[in-house]
C-alpha cells in the first residue's frame, strides 16, 4: 500500500469520523435536558402551588375582614339604636315629670273642688233645715221647732255660718226676693 493510499484511507477514516461525531447526540446534553426540564416542571407545581395557598390565604383574610367590617356595621346599628332608645327613655322621662305635675295640679284642683263640693252640701244642707224648721212653725209647731234648733246647735252656729255663705253667694236682686240668712235669724227671733 502506498502511502498515498493510506493517507487518504486515513484522511477518509477521519472524515467518516468526524462526520459521524458531528451527526452523534451527545448523551450529557440529554440527560441536563431533562434534569433541567424536571427543574422547571417543579418549579412551575410549586410556584402554582405557592399561588393557590397564598390566593387561599388572602380569600381567608378577604372574608375575616368581611365579617369584621358586618360585626362594626352591627356594632354601630346597635350603638345608633342605643342613641335613639337612650332619647326616647329621656322624652318619656319628661313626659312622665309633666304628667306628673299635671297630676298634682289636678289634685289641687280637684281638692278644692271637693272642699267646695263639701261646703256646697252643707248650705243645701243648711237651707233644708231651714225650710224644715219653716214647715214646722207655719204649721203651728213651735215646739217641736224650737227642739231641732237646740238638736242642731243653734242660734249662732254652723247653721247661721252656712245660711250667710249661701246668701253671700246670691246677687242682690236675689237676696231682695229671698235671703236665707235673713229668713234664719227671723225665724230665730220668732220661737224665741
Do not use: C
Not at 329621656?90 to 312622665?96: G, I, K, R
Not at 305635675?101 to 256646697?120: F, H, I, T, Y
Not at 217641736?144 to 252656712?162: C, K, T
Request: proline share 3%; hydrophobic share 40%.
Amino acid at each position: 500500500m502506498n502511502p498515498e493510499t493510506q493517507d487518504k484511507q486515513h484522511r477518509d477514516q477521519e472524515e467518516e469520523l468526524q462526520h459521524a461525531a458531528e451527526h452523534e447526540k451527545p448523551r450529557k446534553p440529554q440527560s441536563v435536558l431533562i434534569y433541567l426540564v424536571i427543574l422547571f416542571a417543579a418549579a412551575f407545581v410549586l410556584l402554582a402551588w405557592t399561588f393557590l395557598m397564598q390566593q387561599r390565604s388572602s380569600n381567608e383574610t378577604i372574608a375575616g375582614l368581611r365579617e369584621s367590617v358586618s360585626a362594626m356595621e352591627s356594632v354601630q346599628t346597635l350603638q345608633e339604636d342605643n342613641d335613639a332608645l337612650r332619647q326616647q327613655v329621656a322624652s318619656l322621662e319628661d313626659q312622665v315629670e309633666e304628667l306628673l305635675q299635671e297630676n298634682a295640679q289636678l289634685s289641687r284642683e280637684d281638692g278644692a273642688r271637693q272642699d267646695e263640693v263639701d261646703s256646697l252640701t252643707a248650705q243645701i244642707q243648711a237651707l233644708q233645715r231651714l225650710n224644715q224648721l219653716r214647715a214646722l212653725y207655719n204649721d203651728g209647731a213651735y215646739s217641736r221647732a224650737r227642739a231641732l234648733l237646740e238638736e242642731w246647735g243653734e242660734p249662732g252656729g254652723q247653721m247661721e255660718e252656712l245660711l250667710s255663705q249661701a246668701s253671700a253667694s246670691l246677687t242682690e236682686e236675689e237676696r231682695e226676693i229671698y235671703d236665707p240668712a235673713q229668713a234664719f235669724r227671723d225665724l230665730v227671733d220668732w220661737l224665741g
